[in-house]
């Protein structure tokens, strides 16, 4: 081959990689074409304000928003952040970026700037700013589940040189908190514990550092002047740690260290892990989930659970999701298991970590606490919670096909299940009961997780043993939610070769769902209810707790079929939103804020209603129930609404929690199973 032609063959194909690899301002397919899918634009006007919504990623503990147009003073920097084991704001912007014109003897005030635009893509938020001459794009993304990074770009527009000098400012208004100097950067320090704040610069920045007599605000100035020719494009970087002890920062200074030696290479792995969140998670060409409508739910619940993710910290000795950031902290056990069962979609590693931090906490007799958060002191051991871990763990393993994590949950598994029978069954005849550890009816209440259920309004408590107490009626969704279990853990049994415990799990479950279909339908009314501990009355409410032997698959054909009916009855759960918690023809219906599970609709109770349709068959209203979800919830397809922790079933209207993740868990496998079944 001619050498010449050979050299433009291989200055082409170099040139081309530099410009795919190298051109890091440039997002990826997929990531651009979800801006703003949840609204984070806010400022926080005092730290407890809870109004504004935020971004995390990667499990960190703190978190930013977007300046909003109303706050044009804090245009070059983030709001924030907001510090999520405090539930509190730190500052409405602790990081912002100055700009000082050497040649001209003036500040560059950013805030008077045109066409500045602020948008929240999945993954990282970002600023672009025009400001005379000078353009600002800033990214803030996280590197690490304790830092984030800021990086700045500046660019010089105008045809002349341009000479610069480049710093920081901001201010703390947590009255806990006050600010120190630190080596390349500021301390934020709090009056109780060890808990630290850091900035920090890169090596070989000259700067000076003031921190104010009030010790809540502080000042960077660069000491060099940087110049800039006509386009040239200059770039600074800032990270942002929040860690919990001295432990945890000094490991993180080998992490913030290898950031600032390539910053660039981080950006292009944040944008690679978004974009494989985003190409596992979206489906193209199936019918109606290629709408641009349907793939905004989907984005928007990736990046609800990835907001939520929260990694090992205090009591927490694994990653898992907290419910909503703003409302609930801590773990749940049922929403641990919703949760895994959506996040092996796109982050499986995570999922298994999302289970393994409650069964850390299973005590020596089984039992898996409510509640657990970051202070042990505040875990919640009066109660459990439903019972669908198996199903987690085994939605984890169709997707995976890790024996290994089957190995390790199997016998822990086995030994809540257990716990059941032994705890919660009173009379020993094998259909168990709600119940709690210290005897109360509230804590009993909540081990269903429906806790103010209707169901519930005539129940009493009856004495198993020490510690162990029941209601005085056998709940037909827990003993769905165990007949369950014994077909997951048969399952489970058969990948391990345990053959004869596959024997004696389907034979236990065999002879339940005759149990179910025998003593707790009533022929009458077509459906399924709670029976009360004599075997003959029925606690007839009419609740999401009737479909679920439906999703378990525990119904004879003719019984799914007459709850159908009940279903599709538009005077008891066919709603505007389908499945409120409660019959619309009860007297306590109670569709609003205040009903909770009176009423309101719960995403994962509809999940569980459209997954047991299809189970026997019925297909077509399935279908029909999902498109009415993803169309009739409240601002779900448009782009800026939160998902919320329950909804109105006679409107749509979010109600409750915003950002809630068994939510976003529930509408991502909805968004799925449309896609892949029909």
């Not at 291989?10 to 301002?25: A, E, H, Q, R, V």
């Not at 589940?145 to 400012?169: C, D, E, T, V």
């Not at 109780?192 to 000076?208: H, I, Q, Y």
Request: hydrophobic share 35%; charged share 20%.
């Amino acid at each position: 081959m001619n050498k010449k032609i050979f050299f433009l063959i291989y200055l082409y194909i170099f040139s081309f990689l530099i410009f795919k690899c190298g051109d890091t301002t440039n997002f990826k397919s997929k990531i651009h074409e979800f801006p703003d899918v949840l609204s984070l634009q806010g400022v926080p006007g005092k730290p407890n304000e809870l109004s504004v919504s935020c971004f995390s990623d990667l499990g960190a503990w703190h978190g930013y928003a977007l300046p909003d147009s109303v706050q044009s003073s804090l245009y070059g920097g983030f709001s924030g952040p907001f510090l999520i084991a405090k539930n509190k704001w730190l500052s409405r912007c602790l990081a912002k970026l100055s700009l000082y014109d050497v040649e001209n003897r003036r500040a560059i005030d950013l805030s008077d700037c045109e066409n500045s635009k602020f948008t929240f893509y999945p993954g990282m938020l970002t600023q672009t700013i025009k400001a005379d001459s000078i353009s600002v794009t800033l990214y803030l993304y996280f590197i690490s589940s304790r830092s984030s990074l800021i990086s700045a770009r500046i660019s010089n527009n105008s045809s002349k040189p341009a000479q610069l000098r480049i710093g920081w400012q901001g201010d703390v208004f947590l009255e806990e908190a006050f600010l120190t100097q630190a080596a390349r950067g500021i301390l934020v320090n709090f009056k109780n514990g060890e808990a630290r704040f850091k900035l920090t610069l890169p090596r070989g920045n000259s700067f000076k550092t003031k921190i104010y007599e009030d010790g809540k605000s502080y000042l960077i100035n660069s000491t060099e002047t940087i110049r800039l020719s006509s386009s040239q494009l200059y770039k600074t970087y800032l990270v942002q740690s929040f860690c919990f002890n001295k432990t945890e920062q000094k490991a993180e200074k080998q992490i913030i260290k290898n950031t600032l030696r390539n910053p660039e290479k981080c950006f292009e792995e944040n944008n690679r892990r978004w974009n494989s969140y985003l190409n596992k998670i979206l489906l193209s060409g199936k019918n109606r989930t290629e709408e641009k409508g349907y793939q905004n739910i989907a984005v928007k619940c990736l990046e609800t659970l990835i907001i939520n993710w929260r990694s090992p910290a205090g009591d927490l000795t694994h990653s898992g999701l907290y419910p909503s950031y703003q409302r609930f902290h801590g773990f749940w056990a049922w929403d641990s298991w919703k949760h895994a069962a959506a996040l092996c979609l796109f982050e499986p590693e995570l999922a298994k970590d999302q289970v393994r931090a409650m069964f850390a906490r299973q005590d020596s007799a089984g039992m898996v606490p409510d509640v657990i958060r970051l202070n042990k002191r505040y875990n919640n051991l009066r109660n459990t919670k439903p019972p669908i871990a198996a199903w987690a763990v085994w939605s984890v393993y169709k997707i995976t096909n890790s024996v290994k994590f089957i190995q390790e949950m199997y016998p822990k598994l086995i030994s809540y299940h257990r716990w059941w029978y032994a705890y919660r069954d009173h009379n020993k005849n094998g259909l168990c009961e709600y119940g709690s550890t210290d005897g109360t009816l509230v804590a009993a209440a909540w081990e269903s997780g429906m806790d103010n259920a209707v169901r519930f309004d005539n129940a009493s408590m009856l004495q198993n043993g020490k510690h162990s107490w029941s209601m005085n009626q056998e709940s037909v969704d827990l003993n769905s939610y165990l007949y369950a279990e014994k077909k997951y853990l048969a399952l489970m049994a058969d990948v391990l070769g345990k053959e004869n415990d596959v024997i004696t799990f389907n034979q236990e479950a065999d002879a339940l769902k005759l149990q179910i279909q025998n003593h707790m339908f009533d022929q009458k009314s077509g459906c399924f209810y709670d029976i009360k501990l004599n075997g003959k009355d029925f606690c007839n409410v009419q609740g999401p707790e009737g479909w679920i032997p439906l999703w378990v698959c525990a119904a004879t054909k003719e019984q799914a079929e007459k709850v159908k009916n009940v279903m599709l009855d538009s005077s008891k759960f066919a709603a505007y939103i389908p499945f409120p918690t409660a019959a619309k023809s009860h007297p306590e219906f109670t569709p609003t804020y205040d009903g909770y599970w009176r009423g309101p609709v719960w995403l994962d109770q509809a999940y569980f209603a459209i997954k047991g349709l299809e189970c026997y068959g019925f297909k077509d209203d399935a279908k029909k129930f999902t498109i009415q979800l993803f169309n009739r919830l409240e601002g779900l397809k448009q782009r800026g609404r939160p998902v919320y922790e329950n909804y109105n079933p006679l409107n749509g209207e979010g109600l409750n929690a915003a950002h809630f993740s068994w939510s976003a868990a529930h509408l991502l496998l909805l968004y799925k199973n449309l896609g892949e079944n029909y």
